[in-house]
């Protein structure tokens, strides 16, 4: 089967007149690898691509083209870790390996696994205190790594990891209190491996994984950790365009856990329903549930966050305000200022180190742009959408910006 990208780069390379050779060099890998990509139909991961379509001037297409053939390939194999051969300098090149794991984990997270050893040695049941510290810690550094190199880097491992953590909660020799602190765990690890498996493009399967995950979530009586895992499961539903399942899960989850569960993921799940509320057309329904995640920002920070709401903050809820107003403004065009204020704000505060995150605002203020009309700063948003999303390997978040910039060339040729 002729391979898209392969015929793309070897035209280029030839109207360039460029040797192999000179293009490896250029785009910062090996010959083999360049020679692989033409003649053995191996795909490139998106950082690579990218730096053969600057080096060959193809404005985003080798990008695109190589992002469409690992799709093609999704349901043959799964996703892989970065390789050598497509980082030589990254750190998660070696992930799987043992020598290199010790080193990360006392370069990077030594004060968090020293802070736990005193109390290891002084405890009568060292053996379980042990365990569950190194699943922490290692939990912790997959963390690390996915939020510097990308979901692709640590997939791999983050699976493994899951996988022990569960026949550690099934073994039989558990006590009671030990099963509910295992669940606890199991509900982490499967929950961040649904993101890793949502931010790769693989929706059914990280449903899946956040079902389980909800499932720990309630044997370990964390009524907050399931409320937050449903909402993820209704995010992915919206963006399925399964909008009335989405908004069903979100406020089942609010419903069920009331004020019984964490003043920030109520305030999320709010934020989340809201634009779910939006996209069904319920204008009157997602500013009062907006307004509600408002509200309860305000009341987040008791000093008790669970780790896995870490992030709410305004910067969060400005998102999903912005992209309530670009479902709203569809229909009703006075949304769209709304929608352009409440985006920009959170670009202008979103963190540096949640850099993936940004590529999801950018693609909701090139929609909100798109909607206004204003095409020329759409696009400049979408672009740079691509960019971070194609530098941090997150699929999702590539469709979603390649969806805007197709409809940005669909307006402009529209007469």
């Known amino acids: 089967m002729p391979n898209p990208f392969a015929q793309e780069l070897e035209r280029l390379r030839s109207q360039a007149k460029m040797s192999v050779r000179d293009l490896a060099h250029r785009a910062h890998c090996g010959k083999s690898t360049v020679s692989d990509y033409l003649n053995k139909g191996t795909v490139p991961s998106p950082g690579i691509a990218r730096h053969l379509d600057n080096v060959l001037g193809a404005q985003g297409k080798l990008v695109q083209l190589a992002y469409q053939q690992r799709q093609l390939r999704q349901g043959e194999e799964p996703p892989h870790a970065v390789t050598a051969a ?24 030594g004060l968090v696994a020293g802070a736990a050893l005193p109390s290891l040695t002084e ?16 939990r912790a550094a997959h963390g690390v790594v996915d939020n510097l190199r990308g979901a692709q880097s640590v997939y791999q491992q983050a699976q493994t990891h899951h996988r022990q953590v569960l026949d550690d909660w099934r073994d039989p020799r558990n006590s009671a209190a030990e099963r509910k602190e295992l669940a606890a765990l199991s509900s982490d690890t499967g929950g961040f491996v649904g993101f890793l498996t949502y931010d790769l493009g693989m929706a059914e399967t990280a449903i899946r994984c956040y079902q389980e995950a909800a499932e720990a979530a309630l044997e370990a009586s964390d009524l907050s950790s399931w409320a937050n895992l ?19 899960l979100a406020d089942h989850a609010l419903h069920r856990g009331g004020t019984r569960i964490h003043p920030a993921v109520r305030c999320w799940l709010h934020a989340v329903s809201a634009h779910h509320h939006a996209g069904l057309d319920d204008a009157r329904n997602a ?37 309530t107003f670009v479902r709203l403004a569809t229909k009703r065009p006075q949304y769209t200022s709304d929608g352009i204020k409440a985006l920009e704000e ?10 993936r995150g940004s590529a999801e605002v950018l693609t909701a203020s090139a929609r909100i742009h798109l909607a206004s009309g204003d095409l020329d700063q759409a696009a400049r948003h979408a672009a740079d959408a691509v960019r971070i999303a194609t530098d941090t ?3 999702r978040n590539l469709t979603a910006a390649f969806a805007v910039q197709s409809a940005i060339t669909t307006r402009r040729q529209s007469p």
Not at 292 to 318: F, N, Q
């Open 123 to 138: 405890s009568g049941d060292a053996g379980h205190l042990e365990r569950m510290t190194a699943h922490r810690v290692l």
């Open 287 to 323: 500013s009062a549930v907006l307004g509600e995640a408002w509200r309860l920002l305000g009341h987040c920070d008791d000093g008790e966050i669970p780790p896995y709401i870490g992030y709410i903050s305004p910067m969060e809820v400005g998102k999903w305000a912005g992209h």
């Open 393 to 395: 390997d997150s699929s």
């Open 86 to 109: 497509d980082s030589p300098n990254s750190p998660a090149s070696t992930t799987g390996d043992d020598v290199w794991r010790r080193t990360f984990l006392h370069q990077t997270l």
């Open 230 to 248: 449903r909402g993820q499961m209704s995010r992915i539903a919206a963006e399925q365009g399964h909008l009335k399942r989405a908004a069903d």
């Open 346 to 355: 959170a670009r202008a505060a979103w963190p540096r180190g949640a850099r």
